[in-house]
């Protein structure tokens, strides 16, 4: 798996005379303002003849920087309230396409990082935002060959160390997994791909793989998932998996972070089938299960002391045929809840729920856990917080300000969230209406014309899971975070063209193994 390899440069003046280097990016809110005379003279000299300078991103030919590119990226004002790092990474994005446009191979930048603690990360910002526009599509690569869709092999990072880098990279090489595995069309990570391409990936790592696919197996341990699952058994390779990943740090544990990520490879709806259009893009409804997995590799990698991580994916595929699920079913989960369908498009909390209850068992036998749930989940996420990720908390959760520190690291490695509340309206929203049941999962709208749309799931989840309800004044109760990732898993908001962000395996990696 290849992605452009970070590396160390003191200063300016050792990028300028990198031997490896082939062009010179500067990514700056004042380009005139490099600290090397001659380099700040020529692009003086340069503005007086060309207007863009300093306001878009520029490629300038100068014979005394690496490979005669000289690439301007002007971030624009930083001192505005609604300025924030991704000023960094939006012209970053620009000036490394411009650069691989040019024939550069091995950029080196300099980052005119500011002094507001804000912006502290910016340099680091910028380098995952290039390697976010250089990520092309899995089936891409494979069809026409890695070095031709991505030659960029490296990226000099001037003032960063060693450690900073070999940092860098362990994330990136998390980001690149989960956006190959939500980036690819429902044949090539059909749900037994998608576990195989987990086990290669993992594959001598110092995380451990198991994946369940025994049908009978599936259906006494996952009821709710398989019943999401049912109509597509008639297909072999369109048939489940759950796929466990399990890594322990060396020495004491500590902590305990548990992981549900939701594996919709298709989601057709189901009989709520989606229509006018609404289906495109649903190949990538695995965006939180390859964001688990992203994150599972990050730490692979750095491989932190006294972290325990297990991990749960739902490989599913919701398909509409004779033997699919309907609403108006009870289904009990695998925690013994008797779950009323609201909706058969509203499939992955059912997904989510058994391999939760799962994770709360792990959980009653280890040191601190903390339980996550990832998901591309609601419209309305999307909708109620735009390009953000929304983080709903139970009690637990809050008491500890779990998604307030996810929040802010996020705002600090452009991996921002927004906090919701978990209310008593959500709670009240899937209760029972009867004996015959103990929770709704959904009603029958769109989350995105709901109130609280995305809130309410987070309510169901707690009681399909059968996590605690009371655990606010409960000290032992498991603390719990559900991350929707509707708005936030790819690029722009367009689910079928766009490229997966990867969300929010920064945010986690900053808060965790920093």
Same mark, same amino acid.
């Given at each position: 798996?290849?992605?452009?390899?970070?590396?160390?440069?003191?200063?300016?003046?050792?990028?300028?005379?990198?031997?490896?280097?082939?062009?010179? +990016?500067?990514?700056?809110?004042?380009?005139?303002?490099?600290?090397?005379?001659?380099?700040?003279?020529? +692009?003086?000299?340069?503005?007086?003849?060309?207007?863009?300078?300093?306001?878009?991103?520029? *490629?300038?030919?100068?014979?005394?920087?690496?490979?005669?590119?000289?690439?301007?990226?002007?971030?624009?004002?930083?001192?505005?309230?609604?300025?924030?790092?991704?000023?960094?990474?939006?012209?970053?994005?620009?000036?490394?396409?411009?650069?691989?446009?040019?024939?550069?191979?091995?950029?080196?930048?300099?980052?005119?990082?500011?002094?507001?603690?804000?912006?502290?990360?910016?340099?680091?910002?910028?380098?995952?935002? =290039?390697?976010?526009?250089?990520?092309?599509?899995?089936?891409?690569?494979?069809?026409?060959?890695?070095?031709?869709?991505?030659?960029?092999?490296?990226?000099?990072?001037?003032?960063?160390?060693?450690?900073?880098?070999?940092?860098?990279?362990?994330?990136?090489?998390?980001?690149?997994?989960?956006?190959?595995?939500?980036?690819?069309?429902?044949?090539? =990570?059909?749900?037994?791909?998608?576990?195989?391409?987990?086990?290669? !990936?993992?594959?001598?790592?110092?995380?451990?793989?198991?994946?369940?696919?025994?049908?009978?197996? *599936?259906?006494?341990?996952?009821?709710?998932?398989? !019943?999401?699952?049912?109509?597509?058994?008639?297909?072999?390779?369109?048939?489940?998996?759950?796929?466990?990943?399990?890594?322990?740090?060396?020495?004491?544990?500590?902590?305990?972070?548990?992981?549900?990520?939701?594996?919709?490879?298709?989601?057709?709806?189901?009989?709520?089938?989606?229509?006018?259009?609404?289906?495109?893009?649903?190949?990538?409804?695995?965006?939180?299960?390859?964001?688990?997995?992203?994150? =599972?590799?990050?730490?692979?990698?750095?491989?932190?002391?006294?972290?325990?991580? +297990?991990?749960?994916?739902?490989?599913?595929? @919701?398909?509409?045929?004779?033997?699919?699920?309907?609403?108006?079913?009870?289904?009990?989960?695998?925690?013994?809840?008797?779950?009323?369908?609201?909706?058969?498009?509203?499939?992955?909390?059912?997904?989510?729920?058994?391999?939760?209850?799962?994770?709360?068992?792990?959980?009653?036998?280890?040191?601190?856990?903390?339980?996550?749930?990832?998901?591309? *989940?609601?419209?309305?996420?999307?909708?109620?917080?735009?390009?953000?990720?929304?983080?709903?908390?139970?009690?637990?959760?809050?008491?500890?300000?779990?998604?307030?520190?996810?929040?802010?690291?996020?705002?600090?490695?452009?991996?921002?969230?927004?906090?919701?509340?978990?209310?008593?309206?959500?709670?009240?929203?899937?209760?029972?209406?009867?004996?015959?049941?103990?929770?709704?999962?959904? @009603?029958?709208?769109?989350?995105?014309?709901?109130?609280?749309?995305?809130?309410?799931? =987070?309510?169901?989840?707690?009681?399909?899971?059968?996590?605690?309800?009371?655990?606010?004044? @409960?000290?032992?109760?498991?603390?719990?975070?559900?991350?929707?990732?509707?708005?936030?898993?790819?690029?722009?908001?367009?689910?079928?063209?766009?490229?997966?962000?990867?969300?929010?395996?920064?945010?986690?990696?900053?808060?965790?193994?920093?």
């Amino acid at each position: 798996m290849a992605l452009p390899i970070p590396y160390a440069v003191a200063d300016l003046a050792a990028a300028l005379s990198a031997a490896e280097a082939d062009a010179l +990016i500067i990514v700056a809110s004042d380009v005139t303002s490099v600290p090397d005379t001659k380099l700040s003279q020529f +692009i003086q000299q340069a503005a007086l003849i060309d207007q863009r300078v300093g306001k878009e991103a520029l *490629l300038l030919h100068c014979g005394s920087v690496a490979g005669q590119k000289l690439i301007l990226a002007p971030t624009g004002p930083l001192n505005r309230d609604f300025d924030d790092v991704r000023c960094f990474a939006d012209v970053a994005k620009q000036a490394v396409q411009l650069a691989k446009s040019a024939g550069s191979r091995q950029p080196v930048v300099w980052v005119q990082v500011p002094s507001a603690d804000s912006y502290a990360k910016a340099t680091e910002v910028v380098y995952l935002a =290039m390697c976010q526009a250089l990520w092309q599509p899995l089936e891409g690569r494979e069809a026409l060959g890695e070095d031709k869709v991505e030659p960029v092999s490296r990226i000099g990072l001037v003032g960063l160390s060693a450690q900073e880098a070999e940092y860098l990279h362990a994330v990136e090489a998390g980001r690149r997994l989960a956006r190959d595995l939500c980036g690819t069309e429902p044949e090539r =990570m059909a749900p037994r791909r998608f576990a195989d391409y987990c086990v290669q !990936a993992f594959n001598g790592s110092a995380v451990q793989v198991q994946v369940e696919t025994d049908i009978d197996k *599936l259906l006494a341990d996952y009821p709710l998932l398989m !019943a999401v699952a049912r109509s597509s058994l008639q297909v072999d390779r369109h048939k489940p998996a759950v796929i466990r990943l399990e890594y322990t740090g060396e020495g004491e544990i500590t902590e305990t972070l548990l992981f549900a990520g939701k594996g919709l490879v298709y989601d057709t709806g189901g009989a709520d089938l989606k229509i006018n259009g609404g289906m495109a893009g649903m190949s990538r409804d695995k965006g939180g299960a390859a964001a688990v997995a992203g994150f =599972m590799q990050t730490i692979a990698l750095l491989k932190p002391k006294g972290l325990r991580v +297990i991990a749960e994916i739902g490989a599913v595929r @919701n398909s509409i045929g004779s033997d699919a699920f309907v609403p108006d079913e009870i289904i009990k989960s695998h925690a013994g809840v008797r779950v009323r369908i609201g909706n058969t498009d509203a499939e992955g909390r059912l997904v989510l729920a058994d391999l939760m209850s799962h994770l709360r068992e792990d959980a009653a036998h280890c040191v601190n856990p903390t339980l996550f749930s990832v998901a591309t *989940l609601t419209g309305h996420a999307a909708r109620a917080v735009g390009p953000y990720t929304a983080l709903v908390e139970n009690g637990a959760a809050l008491s500890r300000q779990l998604s307030a520190a996810l929040a802010k690291v996020g705002d600090i490695w452009a991996d921002p969230s927004e906090v919701s509340r978990s209310r008593r309206e959500d709670f009240h929203f899937i209760k029972a209406r009867s004996c015959a049941d103990d929770v709704l999962s959904c @009603n029958n709208a769109p989350s995105s014309v709901t109130a609280r749309g995305h809130q309410f799931p =987070m309510a169901f989840l707690v009681v399909a899971a059968g996590l605690e309800q009371a655990s606010a004044q @409960n000290q032992t109760a498991l603390p719990y975070v559900h991350i929707d990732i509707a708005g936030s898993g790819v690029d722009g908001g367009d689910w079928q063209h766009g490229k997966p962000s990867a969300a929010p395996v920064v945010a986690l990696s900053a808060h965790y193994l920093r």
